[in-house]
């Protein structure tokens, strides 16, 4: 009875490191377009909080963003941030006009969802 609980409980195992296994991009055919940034979170199993974003993967290297403000000081925020794909993973620009860059591994990606890893959040996007 021990073994098959054993057993049990290491497939369980196994599955949840695999649904959390990274995605390694050749390339940023996957993600180019647009995707609707609609939460985040600190943890991939937290809280998620309601975003109203949009970024256009573009294949110049660019992410074109347009954010509505949710405290109402303006409309739209637009910002443009380089990207590149290294060593399978996404890394942007992490601020407008600085070079310093942010890595973003990819979590989940199919044709119509992408979870991104960046640094201290999660970022939840459909298309």
Do not use: P
Request: aromatic share 8%.
């Amino acid at each position: 009875m021990k073994l098959k609980h054993g057993l049990l409980a290491g497939a369980a195992l196994l599955f949840s490191v695999a649904a959390q296994a990274e995605v390694k991009l050749d390339d940023d055919a996957k993600v180019l377009g647009k995707w609707n940034l609609y939460a985040e979170a600190i943890k991939l199993n937290a809280e998620k909080v309601d975003l109203m974003s949009t970024w256009d993967f573009r294949k110049d290297g660019i992410i074109h963003t347009e954010s509505e403000d949710r405290v109402g000081r303006t409309k739209t925020l637009v910002i443009e941030l380089n990207y590149l794909i290294e060593d399978g993973v996404i890394k942007k620009q992490k601020t407008i006009g600085r070079s310093k860059m942010e890595t973003c591994n990819v979590i989940e990606l199919d044709a119509k969802e992408m979870t991104l890893k960046c640094t201290g959040v999660y970022l939840f996007f459909r298309r």
